[in-house]
């Protein structure tokens, strides 16, 4: 399967500090990627790495453009969507707000909030800061679906939401999927279960595995590697 | 050769051979023109050189908390004008005691490190509370209380815009006077070699280290179960101790003390003399307050000179103002030479084996908390 | 109970002067992590301009002042700016460096000042009704001071305007509580950092003009000291609140006012007032907790 952004040789560095060394995969052109791994393995760093978001070196290549040494906001509008860790909503600014600041082309789809989280838009005048988890990530992800992108970075989307929540958001998160490629940080193999088709596993800052998800979830790599044995991860 | 050059012994051999060579100056009859305002032997280009020694003695201590600890303080000028104004203020109280001149001035420079001492703890324990910009700004009021509480002779103490002068009658005869100016010289020059090994045993301790490892990761070091809280206020102490030792030449070497040097601007012209030298060098502190220093006092001259006199205003009102020639020179050194003069001599040798630890000053990093 | 209102009104109008330069400071730490030391050149030189302008177009006469007014208002923004531009931009996200060159540009700008118009104050004329009193409940208080307290309103009120109605003024409430997930909205926030030192400067600009009124002179060192009050006003009113701003900036003078009138020790009070701040409250009055 051709690629839509490949890293070679990414390293990341935060306050002085190594945080990702010598890092190269490839994101596949279709579907969801899962960037696995432990907890402060440097998968957070990794992608805010590819988004210029941290110090970097090595090559980013973006559908033939590399983008290793732009800024971020050109990084993004080369068409790729961010949803962060802590969703990072503008909790001083409302609802609608927060998604007017995101529209970044002439023709933002608006209708997709409606279709995919209605209870935003009774909510776009509520200060977004005072939103529950779940809500607040509904605005991170309706600020990168609304767009025209061409790729999608989801980090740890699920984390610290409640079951209900989950579903919606992995509801909404297959239906971005059918529409464009995917990196996905996740922590809940389940959903990444339901979700991916292929696995990148970072450990120590580096990829130690790659290969294609269900093969993984069902082996005992995932215990090596994250920790965890797939009989407990449902709970 | 070289690598006897950057060995311990080789590096202690230059450094004597450079205090020695400073050492003989006012035996020396060397006259660079345009540089000194006269042969090395005469008292005008001795005092110009000793009050440069002072400054970078000033910027060494500055280093301390600027360039190894990654605090940005704008009241270190405050430390300074407490040892110069120390000295002159209790002179004049202990004249009338009625001890012998010499207890007198030792008491007075012992009386006055230990105010710096209090003064310096008290402000850096307040200071310290908070980080980043709020710490530069905690230690910018405080200084500009001292210079406020100076200006207006508070106590009748501080004499105001007048200033305080030193009482000559308590101090000892040999460094009174102009004929006694090589002897100022070689105090400031003694002064600068003591702040600079001071600077070097704090550096080389084990508090040296964990305040610098603090300044790049702070919660590393908490997690080895070391407060920077208490490491930082000792390095902002000492610093203030060393500060007010440059005070103390300063004072006897100017024989006056006035508001000037307790203001803001005279702590931001420090900042300007140890980025201008290199961030993270001890020789950076040093070379660039005497460059600093030598530059100030040139460009006065130059702007009264005549052929500037002549030019268009555009050109000659610029040029006749040091702090602005100074001002922009800072402004280009940390946009295009962010190591500063020591960081490009640094890049010159490189290429030829030369020291390998001229990484990037870590302290020109985000300091936003 | 006259002198109480007296020192109230007239904490008030220098609280309004200090507003007028801690604005923009406090709004461009907010979003640019840049603490400016350029601010008081900007307002310095605004006033020397000013006056220039001013006293040509009628010496100490309404126009002439209003016209001085403009003159330092546009000639703040666009300093700023191109400090910005030229300085500032190039060392983006770089702070401490950025924190640096605003340090050499205030120094030598200042220089540059007392090479053009001398070091010492100038004496300036305003129109005559400034200069007089109005008898408030017994106290008669300075009517430059109202001119000061109208001047500082329309500029709250014009900024917090462009802050809740522009699309700009949303990138930039945005940026001050995130700036890093602004970029990652594909947001060139540099853009917005130049509109902020503009809006700063131009209200530093217009209190240059304003502060040559109150204290009656024009000097290369108005912008300085007025500077070092401004940082305390922004540091207690909490870096990058606007409204923190206005209301430590009233505080402030009005605290320096009556510490100065009953026992001769404003500054003190100030200085004092900051420890408690820090101390309590290390964020200020209405800072956020930034992550």
Redesign the interface.
């Known amino acids: 399967m051709s690629a839509i952004l490949t890293a070679r040789g990414l390293s990341a560095r935060i306050a002085g500090q190594q945080v990702v060394e010598d890092v190269s995969f490839d994101v596949a052109a279709q579907g969801v990627t899962a960037l696995l791994g432990r907890n402060g393995v440097g998968k957070s760093s990794t992608i805010k790495a590819l988004l210029g978001l941290t110090e970097r070196t090595g090559e980013v290549t973006f559908d033939g453009t590399r983008i290793d040494r732009m800024l971020t906001h050109r990084i993004v509008r080369q068409g790729i969507a961010y949803v962060p860790e802590d969703r990072e909503v503008f909790s001083q600014l409302t609802v609608e707000e927060n998604l007017r600041l995101a529209e970044r082309d002439g023709a933002p789809n608006r209708a997709i909030i409606g279709e995919l989280f209605p209870e935003l838009l009774e909510r776009a005048r509520q200060q977004a800061g005072t939103l529950s988890g779940g809500q607040q990530q509904m605005v991170s992800l309706s600020r990168a679906l609304m767009n025209e992108n061409r790729l999608l970075l989801v980090d740890e989307p699920t984390k610290g939401l409640a079951p209900l929540i989950v579903g919606t958001v992995t509801k909404a998160l297959q239906a971005a999927a059918e529409r464009m490629p995917m990196l996905l940080v996740e922590q809940n193999l389940q959903v990444v279960r339901d979700l991916a088709h292929t696995v990148i596993v970072l450990s120590g800052g580096r990829v130690v595995h790659t290969g294609p998800a269900a093969e993984f979830l069902d082996s005992e790599l995932v215990h090596r590697h994250l920790g965890v044995s797939t009989d407990t991860e449902a709970a | 050769m070289r690598s006897f050059l950057s060995s311990r012994w080789g590096k202690l051999a230059i450094g004597v051979v450079l205090v020695g060579f400073a050492a003989m100056l006012p035996l020396l009859n060397i006259h660079i023109p345009g540089v000194l305002p006269g042969p090395t032997y005469t008292p005008g280009a001795l005092s110009v050189l000793a009050y440069a020694m002072l400054i970078a003695a000033l910027a060494l201590s500055y280093h301390l908390i600027f360039g190894v600890a990654g605090m940005?303080s704008f009241g270190h000028a405050m430390f300074f004008a407490a040892g110069a104004y120390g000295l002159g203020i209790l002179l004049n109280l202990l004249a009338p005691s009625g001890m012998p001149p010499e207890a007198v001035f030792l008491v007075a420079i012992v009386l006055t490190l230990v105010v710096a001492l209090v003064l310096g703890n008290l402000v850096g324990a307040?200071?310290l509370?908070?980080t980043g910009?709020?710490f530069?700004?905690?230690t910018?009021?405080?200084a500009?209380?001292a210079n406020?509480?100076i200006r207006r002779n508070t106590g009748d103490l501080t004499g105001g815009e007048e200033g305080v002068r030193l009482e000559a009658s308590l101090v000892p005869e040999a460094l009174v006077g102009v004929v006694n100016t090589r002897n100022l010289y070689w105090l400031a020059l003694g002064i600068l070699v003591l702040v600079y090994l001071a600077c070097v045993w704090i550096e080389r301790s084990r508090l040296g280290h964990v305040v610098a490892a603090a300044r790049?990761?702070e919660l590393r070091v908490t997690v080895l179960g070391l407060r920077p809280y208490t490491v930082r206020l000792f390095v902002f102490g000492a610093a203030a101790v060393l500060a007010a030792v440059a005070g103390i030449g300063f004072m006897l070497l100017q024989s006056s003390a006035t508001p000037r040097i307790s203001t803001?601007?005279f702590t931001?012209?420090l900042?300007?003399i140890v980025?201008l030298g290199g961030v993270g060098y001890r020789w950076g502190a040093i070379v660039g307050g005497i460059v600093y220093t030598i530059l100030d006092q040139r460009l006065a001259e130059l702007a009264s000179s005549s052929w500037i006199a002549e030019l268009p205003p555009v050109l000659h009102?610029?040029l006749?103002?040091?702090?602005?020639?100074?001002?922009?020179l800072?402004?280009l050194v940390?946009?295009f030479a962010?190591g500063g003069i020591v960081g490009i001599s640094h890049r010159l040798t490189k290429g030829r084996g030369g020291k390998k630890d001229a990484a990037e000053p870590?302290?020109?990093?985000?300091?936003?908390? | 109970m006259s002198t109480v209102l007296l020192l109230l009104i007239t904490g008030v109008g220098l609280g309004a002067l200090y507003f007028l330069v801690a604005s923009g400071l406090s709004l461009i730490y907010g979003l640019m992590g840049v603490l400016n030391f350029a601010h008081g050149s900007f307002l310095t030189l605004s006033g020397f301009l000013g006056w220039e302008v001013g006293r040509r177009v009628g010496d100490g006469t309404w126009l002439g002042l209003v016209v001085g007014m403009l003159v330092g208002l546009v000639a703040g923004a666009l300093v700023a700016a191109i400090t910005e531009l030229v300085f500032i931009r190039r060392l983006y996200n770089r702070h401490i460096e950025q924190v640096l060159v605003t340090v050499g540009l205030g120094l030598a700008s200042v220089a540059l000042f007392e090479g053009i118009w001398g070091s010492d104050p100038i004496q300036i004329s305003v129109p005559g009704w400034l200069r007089e009193t109005t008898e408030i409940l017994g106290s008669h208080i300075p009517n430059d001071r109202w001119l000061l307290i109208g001047a500082a309103v329309v500029v709250l009120a014009l900024i917090v305007l462009f802050l809740q109605r522009t699309s700009y003024g949303l990138v930039i409430r945005a940026g001050v509580e995130n700036r890093t997930m602004v970029t990652a909205l594909g947001i060139d926030v540099r853009r917005a950092f130049t509109i902020v030192f503009a809006i700063g400067g131009a209200a530093a600009g217009l209190g240059g003009v304003l502060a040559s009124v109150y204290f009656g002179t024009v000097s290369a060192h108005q912008g300085t000291s007025l500077l070092i009050y401004a940082f305390i006003v922004t540091v207690i009113g909490g870096l990058g609140s606007l409204s923190g701003a206005a209301i430590a900036s009233v505080l402030v003078a009005v605290i320096q006012q009556f510490a100065n009138y009953y026992w001769g020790i404003g500054d003190l009070a100030i200085v004092l007032a900051l420890a408690v701040v820090v101390l309590v409250r290390p964020t200020g009055l209405m800072g956020k907790v930034k992550h």
């Open positions: 940005l307040l200071a509370r908070v910009i709020s530069a700004m905690v910018l009021a405080f500009q209380a406020v509480m790049e990761n803001a601007d931001l012209t900042l300007v980025v009102i610029p006749s103002e040091p702090l602005f020639i100074l001002g922009m800072f402004v940390v946009m962010p870590a302290v020109l990093q985000d300091l936003e908390a």
